[in-house]
């Protein structure tokens, strides 16, 4: 009976100490819009949507993580553009998950931990959650 035990503790701890790798990892999403101005005019001219997306992707030591920004016009027929320098773009990263809160930190400190919750496919970028980014696609 002590053996049995002795086994399954060990099972358990084994089970709780790996990450949950392929439920981290994928796409995490959010879009907003806002009215594009002629800068000459001061008119609208129509509605510019942004993408804003975290690509999480599983490394031998936690995730690399990288985001992208995507815009699309309604007044064009360009479709999606990347945005290569829109606003305060992170470049790729390392980052470690701590079970404990269910964080990413990143692994030079240089970026606020993100906020996983895995049950419902969401991250977020601080400890408010009032900027969700929803998960889009496994990876």
Do not use: H
């Not at 800068?39 to 992707?57: C, E, H, M, P, S």
């Not at 305060?88 to 996983?116: A, C, H």
Request: with cysteine; glycine share 6%.
């Amino acid at each position: 009976m002590k053996r049995t035990l002795f086994i399954f503790s060990l099972f358990i701890a084994a089970c709780s100490g790996t990450e949950p790798k392929g439920k981290i990892t994928g796409a995490y999403a959010t879009e907003y819009s806002f009215e594009q101005k002629n800068i000459q005019t001061d008119k609208v001219v129509g509605k510019a949507l942004i993408r804003d997306t975290f690509y999480i992707k599983a490394k031998e030591q936690g995730f690399e993580v990288q985001e992208k920004k995507w815009r699309k016009n309604d007044y064009d027929n360009n479709g999606w553009q990347e945005q290569v320098s829109i606003d305060k773009r992170r470049p790729v990263y390392q980052v470690r998950f701590d079970k404990t809160d269910n964080t990413l930190i990143s692994e030079n400190g240089f970026y606020p931990p993100m906020i996983i919750d895995i049950a419902g496919k969401q991250l977020f970028l601080s400890d408010k959650k009032d900027k969700g980014y929803t998960k889009i696609a496994a990876r």
